[in-house]
Structure formats: C-alpha cells, structure tokens
C-alpha cells in the first residue's frame, strides 16, 4: 500500500501509474480528490482508514511565480504548506504506523540544493523544498530505529503543467522518468539506501 500527495498532478499521476504497475495499491491525496495534505485534520482521517502503509511519497507542491517584492505573505504561506508542512503532517502520519521496512520518498527540486541555479519568482518554492530536502534527513535519523527509510528525489525541470508556470526553459525530464527513481527508492532494491537526497539533471 502506497500514499502519494499531489496525486492529481503530471508528476504525481506518473508515480502513482509506475507503483501500480509494480504491484502496489495506492491511495492518492489531493485537493481535487478532497483531501488537502497540508490540512491536519483530513490528513488524520484519510491516514485513519489505512489497513497498512508501506510507501508513502511525498510529492505535493505549489508555485506562485512572483517576485519577492510582490509576493504576499498569504501567498508565501500557501507554498511553504503545500509542499512543506503536508510532508510533516503526513510523514508523522507514516512513522506512527508504518512497520519495518517501511519507506518514505520526499520529492525535492534542484531548486532546493544549496549552489544549484536559481531562478527569479520561485522564492518560496525554493524554500520549501529546501526545507524538504531537510526534513528528509531528520526523518531518516528517527526512522531508522523503527526500520523505516527516508530518501528524496531532486529533479531539474520535469515537463509538467508546473512548468510552465515556473516559466524556466531548457531541457526536462519526462515524468515517467522520475517516477521510476522514485518507485526505485520506495522498494527494497534501494536498501539500505536512506537520508539521501538524489539530484537528478536533465
């Protein structure tokens, strides 16, 4: 049984099409499926009705692509929530019942690697997946104990709707292409891999 955030979108509905093709089931979170991960409460419930969790994969994200200066604190907040604060509330929800063997995949960006190249109107993007990139190492060192993994994926561009938003130009990867690393770091192959932060360059 497998969980993944921003199910809904290019990527996500690539990672969800690659776990079911290798036999797990999968639950998809999104606001357009009714459940916004970065919402405790409706995390709680979806996370309640779970028989088992081995995967779950941290991909929800949004962009507003603004300059700093013109940027709202409502929407900094949105950003940092959306990819952030959903990969806490829902990584909590993972460690309280995974068992042994369990893994969690944090998807992360270039954008959050400390030297990679940056690009204008993606501050809190930025951020947020810098603190994502983080979060996987802290979570790697408390799950290891419960035997638990936690690793993150860090695409350059993907060719998704995001994209576009983003306004960045050059080569992408297509999703399908990511999806297969991340399902790599969510099965057992991937051990003992864990606290790693794989950059992927197009």
Known sequence: MAVVTGAAGGLGRAITAELEARGYEV??????????????????????????LDTLVNNAAWLIQKPVAELTAEEWDLQLSSTLRSAFLCSREALRRMQP?????????????????????????????????????????????????????????????????????????????????????AASESEPITGANLRLEP
């Open 27 to 52: 639950v998809g979170l999104s606001r357009r499926s009714g459940v916004d991960a970065a919402d405790e409460a409706q995390v709680e419930a979806a996370f309640s009705s779970l028989v088992r």
């Open 101 to 185: 063997g369990g893994t969690i995949v944090n998807v992360s960006s270039l954008s959050g690697i400390t030297g990679a190249e940056k690009f204008p109107g993606m501050a809190a993007y930025v951020a947020a997946k810098s603190g994502l990139a983080g979060l996987t190492e802290a979570l790697a060192v408390e799950g290891r104990p419960l035997g638990i993994r936690a690793n993150a994926v860090s695409p350059g561009a993907i060719e998704t709707p995001m994209l576009e938003i983003s306004g960045v130009a050059g080569r992408a990867f297509e999703p399908a292409a990511v999806a297969r690393v991340i399902a790599w770091l």
